[in-house]
């Protein structure tokens, strides 16, 4: 039995996570041809007939969107007309809500036949929990990587499936047998060149501090590109630190957040890779004002961070837009450097969130459930 599957990744983890689900979904019964929106591991898996778009459609900020409203407009139609030409059986639209969710409601209006399966669900639960019941009428499957989406799913009556976080199967194997070093605290600000723009400065001025409060203290910033460890690197260059105050490395978050004994994180996936790591840390996010008055008319949840999320309870510090100073900061950080009993609670939060996330095997699950969809037909 063939089947052409159209995917559309936008951002680089949806890339990741794609390219782990094909490779899932090789292994199957079924004979699949890939096709669609993704980025370069992915290409890797499906070739040329999948186009590497990442590197323009991966946006953050509403202004940024807005800017882009053209060209994601255009892209936009391009998908729904490249997904009707090839005769796709079903679309696997990966997290990127922006775009995907408005894509799946078109594709329902175009055909009730054609299977829509959402991997790493929105999180609409976040900012608008009345749109669930909305998204069954036009999703076939959801996948979801968090045990409570799918009960808010599965109540709407859309079939959900929870598969656990891909990120557990992916960590487990980077875990490291080395000792933490007591001097040197991570700086992870972020994977977007606009957010490191917003955050790093911050870090910059909080490193700077915490060093006057001991002289030992090192910092290890993790960059998630060259291009941005070249800017970060600059940024230092320009700040006339003390030199070997700071190290800056590319490709090398799981060893930094093994390496170091605290760390101070911008929101995003990091967080929870933190919480796997066992690696206590305060979380820290800034954003342009308009975009932050407007997720503020919409988001409906009282943390930022996942950990915190899933414990409902902040586990873990957030200074978000005008908190994030660094005097508040470093009293935080100093507090998981110089209290024990303070680490040690935040770690036991940290092992129970995770245990929350699956054993692993997530892309393995996710499979089997699309290919139970498409035999369905």
């Known amino acids: ?181 007591a001097n040197l605290i991570g700086l992870f600000p972020g994977s977007r060149r606009r957010e490191v723009r917003k955050i790093f400065p911050i870090l910059i001025e909080t490193a700077h501090e915490l060093h006057k409060h001991r002289a030992n203290l090192r910092f290890e910033v993790a960059a998630a590109s060259e291009a941005l460890a070249s800017e970060i690197s600059d940024t230092l260059a320009d700040a006339y630190l003390k030199e070997g105050l700071f190290r800056v490395v590319t490709d090398e978050t799981a060893a930094t957040m093994q390496r170091a004994s605290v760390g101070i994180i911008a929101s995003g996936s990091a967080t929870l890779e933190a919480a796997f790591f066992r690696l206590p840390y305060a979380l820290i996010y800034k954003v342009a004002w308009p975009t932050y008055l407007a997720a503020r008319l919409v988001v409906n949840v009282k943390y930022l961070g996942m950990p915190n999320v899933l414990a409902n309870k902040e586990v873990v510090p957030e200074f978000i837009q005008h908190r994030a100073k660094p005097n508040t900061i470093v009293k935080a950080v100093l507090q998981l450097i110089n209290d024990p009993a303070a680490r040690d609670r935040m770690i036991s939060e940290f092992d129970r969130i995770v245990a929350k996330l699956g054993e692993g095997g997530a892309s393995e699950k996710a499979a089997r459930a699309i290919v139970e969809e498409l035999g369905a037909t």
Request: proline letters at 3%; glycine letters at 8%; aromatic letters at 12%.
């Open 1 to 181: 039995m063939s089947n052409t599957i159209y995917f559309v990744a936008g951002e680089a983890s949806g890339d990741n996570h794609g390219a782990a689900l094909m490779r899932s979904l090789r292994e199957s019964d079924f004979d699949l041809n890939f096709i669609g929106r993704g980025g370069p591991q992915m290409r890797a898996i499906a070739g040329a007939q999948l186009k590497n778009w990442i590197g323009d459609a991966a946006v953050l900020g509403l202004w940024e969107v807005i800017k882009k409203y053209g060209y994601f407009r255009q892209k936009f139609h391009e998908t729904l007309n490249e997904i009707e030409e090839n005769k796709a059986d079903a679309v696997v639209l990966i997290d990127y809500p922006g775009f995907n969710l408005r894509l799946a409601r078109a594709l329902r209006r175009r055909s009730a036949k054609r299977k829509i399966i959402y991997y790493i669900s929105p999180q609409v639960w976040a900012w608008n929990r009345g749109r669930i019941k909305k998204m069954a009428r036009f999703l076939d499957l959801m996948l979801c990587i968090f045990p409570f989406e799918a009960e808010l799913y599965n109540k709407s009556g859309l079939r959900t499936v929870f598969v656990g976080h891909p990120m557990v199967e992916r960590l487990r194997v980077r875990k490291l047998d080395i000792e933490r070093d």
